[in-house]
């Protein structure tokens, strides 16, 4: 193993035939490297291969090509020595809709041979104490995505792997996936997020990889994928036109947009304040502009055709 990574591909390729005869590259020369510990994006717009890879590294589908391996076990080969360790949500389980959550988590337990003494934290790891007693059926489905999360609890994991846990849910139901994903990471279990919604990834992830056609396109700290992005603020001003003249020759970055200015600068607003009104120019708004997650997603991914046959 390298480091301490909990999951890595190198080379990683899957191929699909289509009725035509042609082929499909869902994934195609991937490393992923996912260190131990905390919460890791793996992000990328639809069809971009998120849930192929997850499926690959879980023995679910085969690679066409490459090497995966999970605690350092090559998979799918060792599998069966490794899939203990690893909880996944790759899509909704099957629970029974007239049980209770918690009967449906201790029919699961039973089934697995896991002791019922666990069902009490899996509940509570996810926040469904006090609606645990209630039948699925009456479930919303953010409370239904948390059951399934909790059936992975059940046998401990330490590596947690998430499909899209937020698809179709409402934003109170994104907040609580989230708040319970946050917790996750915060104890220790590693876990893999994919998802297409940044702006809930950029909360709750230290590490992301972002992939975009089935090719890896920046991986790395969140905050050293952020840090080549610029800072700076968005300027209303009367006269555009006559402040970006006076603002390029003062030495700023600035680049027209639909509803005024944005000036790339690491110094402080009042250097942009005092240069316009040494020409007169009075400014109506001076908003700051902080680098987030999607503008470098969309930046990324701007150019990606999705789910071409190449
Ligand atoms: N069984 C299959 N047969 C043929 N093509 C497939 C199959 N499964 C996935 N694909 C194709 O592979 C590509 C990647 O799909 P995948 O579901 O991995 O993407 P994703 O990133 O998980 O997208 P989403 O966010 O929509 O779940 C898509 O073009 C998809 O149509």
Excluded at 87 to 101: I, S, Y
Excluded at 161 to 177: H, M, Q
Excluded at 188 to 213: D, F, K, N
Aim: glycine share 10%; charged share 25%.
């Amino acid at each position: 193993m390298t480091g301490d990574l909990v999951i890595e591909t190198s080379g990683l390729r899957k191929e699909f035939r289509n009725r035509r005869g042609g082929r499909r590259v869902a994934v195609q020369s991937l490393d992923l490297a996912v260190p131990a510990g905390g919460v890791h994006g793996f992000l990328g717009p639809n069809g971009s291969g998120k849930t192929t890879t997850i499926r690959m590294l879980l023995g679910l589908a085969r690679a066409t090509k490459g090497t995966m391996s999970l605690f350092g076990e090559p998979v799918p080969a060792r599998l069966p020595a490794v899939i203990d360790r690893v909880g996944a949500v790759v899509e909704m389980p099957k629970f029974a809709p007239n049980f209770t959550g918690r009967q449906n988590l201790a029919m699961l337990a039973r089934s697995r041979g896991i002791p019922s003494s666990r069902i009490d934290a899996a509940i509570e790891t996810v926040s469904l104490t006090g609606r645990d007693k209630d039948r699925y059926k009456s479930y919303s489905l953010g409370m239904k995505q948390r059951l399934a999360i909790a059936a992975t609890l059940l046998k401990d994991p330490q590596l947690l792997i998430l499909d899209e846990p937020t698809n179709g849910l409402d934003p109170a139901g994104i907040r609580e996936i989230r708040d319970t994903i946050r917790s996750l990471g915060e104890s220790g279990v590693t876990v893999l997020l994919s998802s297409h919604i940044l702006a809930e990834v950029q909360q709750v992830c230290t590490s992301a990889t972002i992939i975009g056609s089935g090719r890896m396109l920046a991986s790395g700290r969140v905050d050293e994928l952020l840090a080549g992005s610029g800072t700076g603020y968005r300027v209303a001003v009367p006269d555009p036109d006559t402040a970006v003249g006076h603002l390029e020759a003062a030495g700023f970055a600035v680049t027209r947009e639909p509803r005024g200015l944005l000036v790339e600068t690491e110094q402080p607003p009042e250097t942009i304040t005092r240069e316009l009104a040494r020409h007169d120019l009075w400014l109506s708004e001076l908003t700051p502009v902080r680098p987030d997650l999607e503008s470098f997603f969309l930046d990324l991914t701007r150019d990606e055709t999705l789910g071409g046959d190449r």
